[in-house]
């Protein structure tokens, strides 16, 4: 990848970094970044108030009592994991899904136990799967709403398989909501609802809702049974306050950014639905089919599963110097599947699959 990065013919089909996309930031007040507020440190382990009332705002029945800051999201995930497993717990996870899991979840010594998604018209929870993952040693299932990268949001059937499963076996659940308002056709609805009927953790955070990584600021949303919030709030705020990580400037200036959050996420939609109408149009008549998709930045495209998919990718970058991600980066199996951004400018994913369809 890197060679082939240094050739001016390259075409980075993975992109996912939306600060390099050429997306338009200027909506985003940066002198609230230097406002005199930010010269003053308190040491508020949950989160600034201010800070968690305007990421409250964002649900509508929660209050700033159920929001803890992070870092980012993965710091999130790796105070649950603290809150929630001893060593060698497990927790379970929707696969295919986003890598980053598996090295959070060995970082603290808790096993990742796989609930496959089945794909029949769009994906789903397979009830009997998700049962069949349960172990003693089962201390949260994790879904992501809308999952990345097979881009669905669950549906009311998964809903009822999760929180089915979560009242029988008494399990938090972890709803990872980052890409929550990136829907093709309209939003999803949160899991962040007061009514939940387990205990519910929803994360989200500014490296997707304002497509700025770089600010490190995310939020877990806790919901559910009144007396386990107040514990599960109590024992996070131990755990932050070892930490302290979320910087005094970003939590300043999230409340004005949060209310312009859609003239950046207005640009990513037209973005992704421009890409996705340039691959269809790219795929039509050929070998290669794309999945249905609901939300995200990315697209499943099912190909001939005729070699290994991690050979396949690093042959079309060395003969056409075009990167693709391998299905089985995500967990897919390890032919017939390739997934492509829809971050980057539809010109390039245009010249990209032109290049690389004759190849496959
Ligand atoms: C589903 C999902 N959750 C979480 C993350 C990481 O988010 P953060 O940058 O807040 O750690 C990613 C990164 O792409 C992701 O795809």
Redesign the pocket.
Known sequence: MHRAKQDAAFLDLTV?NPTRCGFDYSAIPLDVLAAKASLHYDASSLGTQSARVAVAGMFPSLDAEQILLTA????AYGFLFKLLCEPGDAVLVPSP??P?FDLLARLHDVELIKYPLVYHDGWQIDPASLDAAVTERTRAIVA?HP??PTGHYCSESDRAALYGLANRHRLPLIV?E??LDYGVEGRGETFAQAEASALTFV?G?L??LLAM?QMKL?WTAVCGPARQVHEAMHRLEIIADTFLSVGTPVQTAVPAWLSVRHKIQVQIQQRVSANLAALDLCIQGTVVSRLKLEGGWCAVLRIPAVADDVELAIRLLEETRVAVHPGSFYCFPSRGWLVVSLLGNPEQLTAGLQRMLPRL
């Open positions: 996912s980012s999201t993965s710091e899904s986003y980053l992501i999952n990345n990872d980052v890409f994360l955070g490296s997707k990584p995310a």
